[in-house]
């Protein structure tokens, strides 16, 4: 390995190539060989393992990953990098750079063709903070057979991510990756480790996907409308929530005694389980369309 994340090596290889960083792109490369050797080893990428990269920047996760993984395919939206990659990952025929903005990728197709011979495939990123939520939306939504998804961000996000219920992060975004995944933070990674630093602290998260969603659903669409109308006003409780949501005050009365859910409590108090529980109480009821 030619270990690109060290300080004085990416910056020689910055300054060969007359690179600079972009901000719009959320450029921020890692410079410390000891939290990527971790992530790669926790996110248990080995021999037969197919990896996704979204943003292999300069190259510095990308040649971990090469060197353990069997296949790589890295989604790189900044094509002035072709030449730094170029020139970093030489060594290696198991890399294929996809220059394409992630949001915009047939992931199907590209799954279904770049990961013969792997027995699974993993997804390993340092992501591009500005569009964390969207990423892993599409990710998931995609309901590719990904074994794992081990990807770094901001901290704030990644304990949202990851929350309880009961807690002050938890919320929507808590709930629509639990359905689908067990939710874990793998590693937290300080400011300095980056170049340029970052504003923020990061984390590393573990998403071990599911075979199945966490519950059954009548409707995942109905589903969502409800979590998120549900923490709206977080301070609000359900009722006032959902009075806002169906505009129809006595109907909210009964679907949350149906449901034994008093009509005082907030949203951040109730499981998962619990909103599934409404959400097909509310398909049961045709309420479905109306917020939707
Ligand atoms: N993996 C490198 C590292 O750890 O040093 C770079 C990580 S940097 C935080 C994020 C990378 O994502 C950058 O290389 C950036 O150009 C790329 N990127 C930003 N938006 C993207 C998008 N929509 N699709 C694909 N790559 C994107």
Not at 23 to 45: C, M, P, T
Not at 174 to 193: E, G, H, R, T, W
Request: aromatic content about 8%; proline content about 5%; charged content about 20%.
């Amino acid at each position: 390995m030619k270990r690109i994340a060290t300080p004085s090596n990416t910056k020689a290889i910055l300054a060969k190539h007359g690179f600079s960083m972009k901000k719009k792109f959320g450029q921020n490369f890692l410079i410390d060989q000891n939290v990527l050797s971790n992530i790669v080893e926790r996110a248990e990428v080995g021999p037969t393992t197919g990896v996704i990269e979204i943003g292999p920047g300069i190259g510095a996760l990308t040649e971990h990953l090469a060197h353990n993984a069997k296949k790589v395919v890295a989604f790189e939206i900044d094509t002035t990098l072709k030449p730094i990659l170029a020139d970093t990952l030489s060594h290696y025929d198991n890399v294929t750079i996809i220059w394409q903005d992630i949001l915009e990728a047939d992931l199907d197709t590209i799954y279904a063709r770049e990961f013969e011979g792997c027995d699974h495939v993993s997804v390993v990123a340092n992501l591009p903070y500005y569009i964390t939520t969207p990423i892993l939306t599409k990710l998931i939504e995609s309901r590719l057979p990904f074994k794992n998804l081990a990807v770094m961000m901001q901290k704030e996000v990644a304990q949202r991510l990851s929350a309880k219920p009961s807690t002050k992060e938890y919320g929507s975004l808590s709930i629509a990756m639990q359905l689908y995944a067990d939710v874990s933070i793998m590693l937290n990674v300080p400011k300095n480790v980056f170049i340029p630093q970052p504003n923020v602290d990061s984390a590393v998260v573990r998403l071990a996907m599911l075979p199945q969603p966490r519950v059954e659903l009548a409707d995942e669409a109905i589903f969502f409308a409800i979590t998120r109308g549900a923490f709206v006003q977080r301070r609000k409780t359900i009722q006032n929530n959902f009075n806002a949501l169906f505009q129809d005050k006595e109907y909210v009365v009964a679907l949350l005694e149906t449901c034994g859910v008093a009509p005082q409590t907030r949203a951040e108090a109730l499981d998962l389980a619990t909103f599934a529980k409404i959400a097909n109480q509310v398909v049961a009821d045709g309420k479905g369309e109306q917020i939707r």
